[in-house]
């Protein structure tokens, strides 16, 4: 059950849009419409803005999107604000009642 | 809304064991639809799924911490637990509660650092 792959770092200036990938394998990512995206501010406990590839929890603004194709999930942020810097990981169900996250990526805004 | 709130020692010597305690509120274990989990975040890094238990006390461990663990679960004390044996400097992590009602883990605690060392 190794982590998924993610980028270390990206950045966009305000209002842009920033793309993070998330890559597993078959057993995880690729198997299951279970991949879910959370954002982690320094010092807080990570917060779930997107599950099931593609929805967002009630409060999420529609500035975060999420897409999946074979064993790689993508995580959209349009219309970057300065709040959005943070670092965001994902996650998928990886069988036999297994999670796994990914490495995790820090979005800079520039 | 639930809240999760994690309870423990903070310092754990090597070889010892790490006993955590998750005390849910706004919500009651029994009632079904979630798994009740735990998460680490070791000093700087990732996130590392750890196992969940449901209020039946069925339980399901990460592969590579399943010898040393053990989650248990008090309903009526709304609590569920976490015991990790023969604890090292590398599971110096912030421990966290999180609940999962199959649609990611939805409600987190706000962690708590455990510290392995003597």
Redesign the interface.
Known sequence: QSALTQPPSASGSPGQSVTISCTGTSSDVGGYNYVAWYQQHPGKAPKLIIYEVNKRPSGVPDRFSGSKSGNTASLTVSGLQAEDEADYYCSSFAGSNAYVFGTGTKVTIL | QVQLQESGPGLVKPSQTLSLTCTVSGGSISSGGYYWSW?RQHPG?????IG?IYYSGST?Y???LKSRLTISVDTSKNQFSLKLSSVTAADTAVY?CAT?GG????Y????TLVTVSS
């Open positions: 998460i890094k990732g996130l590392e799924w969940y399901y990460n592969p590579s966290y999962n649609e990611g883990f939805d987190w605690g706000q962690g």
